[in-house]
């Protein structure tokens, strides 16, 4: 098992909604870990960079990655709120890729669950609501149907 982790830059660990944009060359060490890993072994990608969220900039990088690609949804990947509830569900998805290769399948769709909610969501559409909500609103965030329906 390849257990990858992409740690945060600053003391202390930001929130993924302040974050800025990193270069791909920052990854680079993980890209080229990811690229030497052979296609028996189980990647896993603990990212703990930001607290409740994914690094943007490390998906991003990952998803233009032809080693990734190639491994058709078959890696363990966490972004979500705490650095131990990330670390936890990386190194169980990853101990299930390990031991139940057959059902990789069933292993890579968590996987992308995984990215939708901690990149999708987390990182990125939380970022457009708080942003809505703002311009819209008195930062008030009660329970106003039209409100939500309309975003």
Known sequence: MLFIINNFAVT???EASVQTTSPPSEYAPLVAA??????AQVVAF???RYANGADVSLVRTLMASSALRQRN???AYA???TDGNTLGTVAANALLLHLFAAQRVDAARFTLFRLLEDYGYQAVVRGVLREYTSSTMDDNL???LRFYERF
């Open 12 to 14: 202390p660990q930001q």
């Open 34 to 39: 990811l690229s030497g890993a052979s296609d």
């Open 46 to 48: 603990a990212d703990v």
């Open 73 to 75: 949804g078959s890696f």
């Open 79 to 81: 972004g979500w709120n």
């Open 142 to 144: 009660e329970q106003d």
